[in-house]
């Protein structure tokens, strides 16, 4: 079975390539770099002892689509390609409802053009905004508070129109919660070529000595020490869950939506406390005020992915600060 990645050398993509190629897929990746390293389509190489075929180029661009589907037989796609930091869509919006969404017409139009109608397509839990209770489920409400969180929610709805006008297709919808974490290798982790959103490559940052200090943002929020709550998931884990995703599309039609986290919630202490632990580390904070936009606490309920896609996270919070830790030592010594 041949699986085509949009924004494979991304953190994701990158970890799913891996879990793709070792489950014996072949993958075609496409990725223009906008946010992710190019040594990355060598150290997935290199982690598999793997070759697989890649375009250089960006998913707005139709014509190389049409090329890639053309030289390649696909079976299925995995979509990750796309704009991702919340703040920059405030200020860019045009820019990323352009890219995000014409990214995924384009792709969607040349894989009907080929009948290649399989698809497990990356959203995020910021399409829930800020939840009426907690865990969260698939079918609470869905609220964007953000042009990045809009777009997601956009191209959800868009693919479930097309499958109410194409009972043929076969899609899955992934919201993933907070992905950290790298592969055991440490050759390949969280790595954004801006700066970061997210709070653990600041934590990195700081604990490899490019920053004095974390700014935490609010300790006044409504939960059990008063820093934000989410739902933090091991990147390995949350890649082996698009394998899950990749068997059930591939072997029937629909269209279904997914929640990809643990189910547990720590707060940013929680996560600051354990990273010190488990790498024997000091981390640095300051109490600084709010980030505008954020929720107080946001958590999955997973069962339905334990039931639907036969997926559970194994991975504990101590993998998560350990290996990003490995990853961003390593990374800083190459
Ligand atoms: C986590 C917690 C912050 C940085 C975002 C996107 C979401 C998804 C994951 C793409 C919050 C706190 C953070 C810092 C801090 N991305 N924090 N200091 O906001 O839950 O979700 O990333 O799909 O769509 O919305 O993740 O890592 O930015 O923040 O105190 O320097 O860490 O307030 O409580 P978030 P995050």
Redesign the pocket.
């Known amino acids: 079975m041949r699986i085509f990645v949009t924004g494979g050398a991304g953190y994701i993509g990158s970890h799913t390539c891996v879990e793709l190629l070792n489950n014996n897929y072949e993958i075609v990746v496409i990725d223009n770099f906008s946010n992710s390293k190019r040594d990355v389509i060598d150290k997935i190489k290199e982690i598999t002892k793997k070759d697989f075929v890649f375009y250089e180029g960006d998913v707005t661009d139709k014509a190389l689509l049409s090329k890639i589907f053309k030289e390649n037989k696909i079976d299925a796609v995995i979509h990750f390609a796309g704009f991702?930091a919340?703040g920059e869509s405030v200020s860019k919006p045009l820019m990323y409802y352009h890219n995000n969404l014409e990214s995924t017409i384009n792709l969607l139009e040349v894989m009907n053009e080929f009948d290649v109608k399989k698809i497990a397509f990356?959203s995020?839990?910021?399409v829930y905004g800020k939840p009426d209770s907690l865990p969260i489920k698939e079918d609470f409400k869905l609220s964007t508070t953000?042009p990045?969180?809009t777009t997601?929610l956009m191209i959800e709805m868009i693919l479930n129109d097309l499958y109410k006008s194409d009972n043929e297709w076969s899609i899955a919808i992934l919201r993933?919660?907070?992905?950290i974490g790298a592969h055991e290798s440490g050759l390949i982790g969280e790595n954004p070529n801006d700066i970061?959103?997210?709070?653990?490559p600041?934590i990195m940052k700081v604990a490899v000595g490019e920053l004095d200090h974390?700014?935490?943002?609010?300790n006044d929020?409504d939960t059990h020490d008063g820093?934000?709550?989410?739902d933090y998931i091991h990147v390995v884990d949350l890649a082996k869950g698009h394998i899950k995703a990749i068997e059930k599309v591939l072997k029937s039609t629909g269209c279904d939506t997914y929640n990809l986290g643990t189910g547990t919630g720590y707060?940013?202490l929680d996560?600051v406390k354990a990273f010190e632990s488990v790498n024997n580390v000091k981390i640095p904070y300051e109490i600084v005020g709010?980030?505008p936009?954020?929720?107080d606490a946001?958590y999955a309920d997973p069962t339905k992915s334990l039931k639907l896609l036969g997926f559970k996270a194994t991975k504990n919070l101590e993998d998560m600060c350990k290996d990003s830790y490995n990853f961003v030592r390593r990374s800083k010594h190459e």
């Open positions: 991702k919340v990356s995020s839990a910021t953000n990045y969180g997601k993933y919660f907070n992905p970061p959103n997210n709070l653990m600041y974390l700014n935490i943002f609010g929020y820093t934000g709550v989410r707060s940013v996560i709010r980030r936009g954020d929720i946001c």
